[in-house]
Nanobody
Framework: QVQLVESGGGLVQAGGSLRLSCAAS????????MGWFRQAPGKERDFVAA????????YYADSVKGRFTISRDNAKNTMYLQMISLKPEDTAVYYC????WGSGSRLMKMGGMDYWGKGTLVTVSS
């Protein structure tokens, strides 16, 4: 079993920045593919970004390319999402997700992930 705990959410003005963290435990971190999804009020949960196991490949939703960067520190068992140039439409609960030995486009779908955190709220004011 993998446990995921997100942190770093909060209230920020449009154009500002935030860094989300996801601490993982329960499996060898480098064996985990990790990702971020988000769910805005009244909407479905959408893919944001992902990193293949080992961190060799990254994937981004078109809406965040150039603004968000996913990274991981295998020594700290932690994944990050650096968000810059935030927009009000980025407001959502951000969820960390993981799966063992994952890579490729399946990481961009909820069904491609096996483990989920409880989420952290990001609110971007205009």
């Amino acid at each position: 079993q993998v446990q995921l705990v997100e942190s770093g959410g909060g209230l920020v003005q449009a154009g500002g920045s935030l860094r989300l963290s996801c601490a993982a435990s329960g499996r060898t971190f480098s064996h985990l593919a990790m990702g971020w999804f988000r769910q805005a009020p009244g909407k479905e949960r959408d893919f944001v970004a992902a990193s293949s196991w080992g961190g060799t490949s990254t994937y981004y939703a078109d809406s965040v390319k150039g603004r968000f960067t996913i990274s991981r520190d295998n020594a700290k068992n932690t994944m990050y999402l650096q968000m810059i140039s935030l927009k009000p439409e980025d407001t959502a609960v951000y969820y960390c997700a993981a799966t063992l030995w994952g890579s490729g486009s399946r990481l961009m779908k909820m069904g491609g992930m096996d483990y989920w955190g409880k989420g952290t709220l990001v609110t971007v004011s205009s």
